[in-house]
């Protein structure tokens, strides 16, 4: 074989493994959820402003928050594709306008959490900040999940700023800093806010595994530990303002409720992440123990 045939092979070779698929066919896939479950979530409701510098822009069940700052603002997940809209509109009722959006951060990448983040990277020109997981999906379109295969695909986007655990972003004021806490996917993070005033929020990522096959997943052989992780590095976080990134998890409506009524501190809520962290815990332990016995 000649030097160029040599070459050309090894260039094959590569892209092949490069493009090849990552889940093991060996491993079952878990039933993804119907569209009409998400479409139910993003139901759209009115912005709000939840604290400082703090707006609520999501939809009834798929939170999106905006921290807005003199230098610009910070976007936190983009919901469905069929969202982006709407939190396009709801971040202009509000008075600001896209185009200041500095940074979207991700969650998990998944169409119910990273859906619309393509069209609103687009509209904005922020930079997309994410794990290295879930840059991968995202870039994928949700294809290849471990869980769901390629079931719930959304459209791609591409990542400019790749974070590591505990690494710091800083925008006018604000300090976000990336918790990674994986167990829901690979690369699921959660988001700690120093806000200006002293006041300090996470936006926690699901610690959900509906439906996982837990034990010895071939698509993610270390699922189990790192959950794990995540529920130690999630109950050490003090904060004053607790989000989720569902907004049942958080009880998005009764602390709204309580906002319209009049309370300005409904939001402050300093106990809801440990009561979060130790019901999915609970639950965790729960389906593991069935599928282990």
């Known amino acids: 074989m000649n030097r160029y045939s040599l070459l050309f092979t090894c260039m094959i070779s590569v892209f092949s493994a490069g493009n090849s698929a990552a889940l093991n066919p060996a491993q079952p896939?878990?039933?993804?959820?119907?569209?009409?479950?998400?479409?139910?979530?993003?139901?759209?409701?009115?912005?709000?402003?939840?604290?400082?510098?703090?707006?609520y822009v999501g939809t009834e069940n798929l939170s999106s928050i905006l921290i807005t700052t003199p230098e610009g603002h910070i976007l936190v997940d983009g919901a469905l594709d069929a969202s982006a809209r709407g939190i396009k509109e709801n971040i202009a009722s509000l008075g600001f306008d896209i185009r200041d959006v500095r940074f979207?951060?991700?969650?998990?990448?998944?169409?119910?959490?990273?859906?619309?983040?393509?069209?609103?990277?687009?509209?904005?020109?922020?930079k997309l900040v994410a794990s290295?997981?879930?840059?991968?999906?995202?870039?994928?379109?949700g294809k290849e999940d471990f869980a769901l295969g390629d079931a719930l695909p959304f459209p791609p986007a591409t990542t400019d700023k790749i974070v590591h655990d505990h690494e710091t972003l800083k925008l006018g004021g604000v300090t976000a800093t990336a918790l990674l806490t994986p167990g829901h996917l690979p690369g699921s993070t959660s988001w700690l806010f120093a806000l200006p005033g002293g006041h300090s929020l996470i936006y926690a990522d699901?610690?959900?595994?509906?439906?996982?096959?837990?034990?010895?997943?071939?698509?993610?052989?270390?699922?189990?530990?790192?959950?794990?992780?995540?529920?130690?590095?999630?109950?050490?976080?003090?904060?004053?303002?607790?989000?989720a990134n569902k907004g049942?998890?958080?009880?998005l409506a009764?602390?709204?409720?309580?906002?319209?009524?009049?309370?300005?501190?409904?939001?402050?809520?300093?106990?809801g992440l440990q009561r979060y962290v130790d019901l999915s815990r609970q639950r965790f332990e729960a389906q593991l123990k069935q599928q282990t016995e």
Not at 104 to 126: E, P
């Open 29 to 55: 896939l878990s039933a993804a959820p119907p569209y009409s479950l998400f479409e139910g979530w993003a139901k759209p409701v009115k912005p709000f402003r939840m604290a400082a510098n703090v707006w």
């Open 104 to 126: 979207i951060l991700n969650s998990h990448a998944r169409l119910d959490q990273a859906g619309g983040i393509a069209k609103l990277k687009k509209w904005s020109g922020a």
């Open 132 to 141: 290295r997981e879930n840059a991968d999906q995202m870039a994928r379109g």
């Open 206 to 243: 699901s610690l959900a595994t509906p439906d996982y096959y837990l034990v010895a997943n071939k698509n993610y052989p270390t699922l189990v530990n790192d959950i794990r992780r995540s529920f130690a590095t999630l109950a050490a976080q003090k904060v004053d303002i607790f989000v």
């Open 248 to 251: 049942e998890r958080f009880d």
């Open 254 to 271: 009764e602390k709204l409720a309580r906002l319209a009524a009049g309370d300005s501190n409904a939001f402050i809520d300093k106990d």
